[in-house]
């Protein structure tokens, strides 16, 4: 396997959120942010920073209440995103970071082995990137009463690391009814 510099990759999805943050949720300071949640592939190729209000929540559900659990915690029906925001001081989007990400993916080859070392050390480094104390304190700079749950899904993939990653990234969360109904929501989507 091509050797990637994990902790390096970690710091620049800790820049990126925390550049982009202020931008995709300052409009919506006044609202209630109860989720930002990381998304990516059964391969970890792709990253992208989403996030959801009640206040959202309640125009989706408004228009079809058919399925409330789904547009309250499956981020592809969340209208927050970071494609919404540039973040600032030069630091690289999303984008930028997929396409490295991508570009490792491919240099792998056909190596089994290589792709499942791959999978767990990047969807590691994506929990610990949203997990990090600057992203908290991105989130609270933009509203000191926020207290999202975060996760790290996979939109293609088996939704038990979903759950794995809500209880590792939501330890001691002062909602724990919130964080109970985000890992509700996974546990029955993987049946």
Known sequence: MPTVDMPALRERIVASICATIRPMLERRASEELY??????????????????????????????DSYADGYRWWPDEWVVADDDATPGDGVESMVQISRDMFDTHLSLGDDAEAHGEWRVRARAALEEALGDHR????????????????????TDGNSHLTVRSIDLLNDGHPSPDLVASARDFFDETDD
């Open 35 to 64: 989720a930002v949640a990381l998304t990516t592939d059964s391969d970890v190729i792709t990253v992208n920073l989403l996030a959801h209000t009640e206040e959202a929540l309640k125009v989706l559900v408004e228009a079809d």
């Open 135 to 154: 992203v908290r304190a991105s989130i609270a700079d933009v509203n000191p009463a926020w207290h999202p749950v975060l996760f790290v899904t996979e």
